[in-house]
């Protein structure tokens, strides 16, 4: 086990670090990255390469978070990394479906990134034409799983053309009969005249 003065030691200089580039670059995500990780314990080998928050970093630090059979800690680094949230990119792609519509676009056509990692949010919508409207309520919410959190989302939306925003404005005309509203009115309408029905005899 390593020794707990090596153990606060490499705790208090990698939260001195950590907050050190929250402060001067705002930077808040890490990858933490083994120096030689053929020889790293299993813990740290479980860590090497993934992507931490300041709250990660430092619930991994106050536990016993090495396992190495020397004194010293597996010896790692943190790197600073920029993360795009997802309120970061819904701004950004609103900005961009602003300025097509400043231009006089009354749609567009969403592509979504041929990369690994996408789910069913953003496949579903993989070439499909949205008013401006619709696209923008297709951006609320977690709107989008980022298949690499520093480039954020990929997708791209080109111009659609009138007709084809007019024809997603108008969908088809439903042939199915209306829901069965006016059966369950009726419903209710015969468990009211039953008990007048009784009142009358
Ligand atoms: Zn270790
Ligand atoms: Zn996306």
Redesign the pocket.
């Known amino acids: 086990m390593p020794n707990i003065d090596v153990l606060t030691r490499v705790k208090k200089e990698t939260m001195a670090e950590v907050h050190r580039y929250g402060e001067e670059q705002e930077l808040h995500h890490f990858y933490w990255r083994l120096k030689d990780p053929d020889t790293a314990c299993v813990e740290c080998k479980r860590r090497n390469n993934r992507l931490v928050n300041v709250y990660e970093i430092k619930y991994t630090l106050d536990t016993e978070f090495c396992k190495a059979t020397t004194e010293e800690v597996c010896a790692f680094e943190i790197e600073a990394t920029k993360v795009l949230t997802v309120v970061d ?1 819904r701004e950004r ?1 609103l900005a961009v479906i602003g300025g097509l519509e400043g231009d006089g676009a009354k749609g567009i056509r969403w592509q ?2 041929d990369v690994e990692g ?1 789910d069913d ?2 496949i579903k ?1 993989d070439g499909r034409v949205f008013s401006m409207d619709q696209a923008r309520s297709q951006l609320a919410g977690d ?4 298949a690499d959190p520093e480039k ?4 791209t939306f080109t111009v659609a053309s009138n007709e084809e925003v007019e024809r997603v404005a108008t969908p088809a005309v439903s042939l199915e009969p209306e829901k069965k509203k006016s059966g369950c009115g009726a419903g209710l309408l015969f468990f009211a005249l039953v008990p007048l029905g009784f009142a009358f005899l």
Not at 143 to 146: A, D, E, I, P
Not at 152 to 155: F, K, M, Q, R, S
């Open positions: 990119e792609q979504t990134a996408l949010r953003c919508r709107f989008c799983k980022f954020g989302c990929e997708c």
